[in-house]
């Protein structure tokens, strides 16, 4: 709403000062609606616009300087296909798409995994699921309104759409488009979410929130988790926990890594896998980010505590063995897949859950699927921490799921309960020499440079645990490296090698059904510790 201006006294000082709007209330289904042929991909999908608020608090409404901003979104209906009423709403599931911006996709999977869950007390008529669209360049004319023949950038990009410069919204960057305006980081926009759904005042009945998703979309939910603010900052009661499946990395806090960082020494601490140059992260496109700077300017620690503060689920997909990091060496100084970056990152830090029924437990939940965000959502797990978990309010917890250890050899596993158990291998045979198998370790690869083991003892379809130790013991080696046909020898590692999770070497040997490592990961066998 137009506001009139003050008498300001100078007309110089009128041609400096914009004029001023009310500020902008977040809301569902007010957002200025805009030109689009997106589809929705399931009968209770609906398109809405959301208004967003600018978070640098303007309220600018020039026509060359407007801060109205509308996000587009798919917002569930209830079974008989109309809206849900504020007051039937009792948990929101806001899902996060993978790095297509596939928004129409993620809502109608997350719909169809709430109706799967055949659960006549949680359904589509008490949960309200929303798939926010995070679009890019790519979605011009399709996804928000594109003038080719604009001679200004105001001109080419028209309308109040949040647009966002490639995946940079993965990583919490500001907008793009509108270009007069780019104040909007991503975590803005899931902050305003949250506290829209989070008002007693409008959804009378809500009792949890849920933030979810997967791949790309985890990737940005991890960081979320990270730099987020809190629900005492956002000033929300309701609890909200994070769902993070299968992302491709996880931010870090500390420079430190568990590969080498020699192919990437320059930017593998930056923001997103770790939290350098957080202000200069999309600036070339969404100007400088400064969604809570305040937090990383105290540096790692208290980002580590902010994280530990939140409620998060992680939920890994076991036989995803993927990777997409978008030619970006810093992910590999952390793993070579999604999966070994995880347990990595487990490994560093451990999930806590000190309090099941307050905000700061964590959990780790494994799915025995592939980068399969359908099946993620659609498992006894992700029924669990997206839909049931504390469901009325009550602070009801299901199970972990995952357990007892999926894998030999990982330490830590994070289930507090073992803490400390001793390590042990189901490979419990000693091989010749007095080789017993050590586990999986790295080998030249996109971090490292140094071979692991140099001496090739055997190549060729024997190639088996048994037949590898026995040809390096005859050769006086005391450790064996396996990696499918290949049997390597020496007497110590290269220096830049490090055991990774034992699921890391997957392969069969040609031999027999014994385990021979894989590409750029050796299975070891040794007398000595390694
Ligand atoms: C669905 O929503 C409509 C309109 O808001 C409402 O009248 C109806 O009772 C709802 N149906 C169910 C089953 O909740
Ligand atoms: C679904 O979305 C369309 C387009 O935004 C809108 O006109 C319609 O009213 C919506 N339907 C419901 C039931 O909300």
Known sequence: ??????????????????????????????????????????????????????????????????????????????????????NEIKRLVIVVSGAQADAWAYHKDMINALQAMKDSSITTDN???????????????????????????????????????????????NNQYPPRLKTVSAYDVLDQLIQYYANTAIFPNIKQIVVSGHSMGAQMLHRYAAVGKTRAQLGVTVPVSIYIGNPSSETRFTSDRPLST????????????????????????????????ELIAQGGDAVLANYRGKTVAHGRGILDRGDYSEGLCAPYTTGKDRHERFFKFLEKWPPLCPDPAADGCHTVDFVSTTHNNKEMFTSPAGWARLFRDNFNGDNSKAYDFGYPRHSEVDDPYPDPAQAGAPLTSTDTNTYAGGKTHRGCFTDVDNAQSVATLTVVGYSGNLNTRTYCANTCTQKGYTIAGLRDSTCYCGNSLGSQTVRVVTSSCYNKCPGDSSLCGTTNRLSILSSVDV
């Open 127 to 173: 949960v309200a699921i929303l798939a926010p669209y995070f679009p890019n360049d790519n979605h011009a004319g399709t996804g928000f309104p594109y003038n080719s023949a604009g001679t200004t950038p105001n001109a080419k990009y028209p309308s109040p759409a949040l647009v966002w410069y490639g995946s940079d919204w993965g990583g919490g960057a």
């Open 1 to 86: 709403m137009r506001v009139t201006l003050p008498f300001l006294g100078s007309l110089a000082l009128l041609h400096r000062v914009s004029a001023q709007c009310q500020e902008v209330i977040p809301a569902q289904y007010a957002g200025t609606p805009f030109t689009n042929s997106l589809k929705t991909n399931h009968a209770l999908s609906n398109i809405t616009f959301f208004k967003i608020r600018d978070p640098s608090g303007q309220h600018i409404c020039t026509s060359d300087a407007s801060s109205d901003f509308s996000l587009l979104n798919y917002i569930s209906l209830n079974s008989t296909g109309k809206r849900l009423q504020n």
């Open 262 to 293: 020699g192919k990437c020494s320059s930017t593998f601490n930056d923001w997103r896998e770790g939290l350098d140059k957080y202000s200069a992260y999309g600036a070339a496109h969404g100007g400088e980010l400064t969604y809570n700077a």
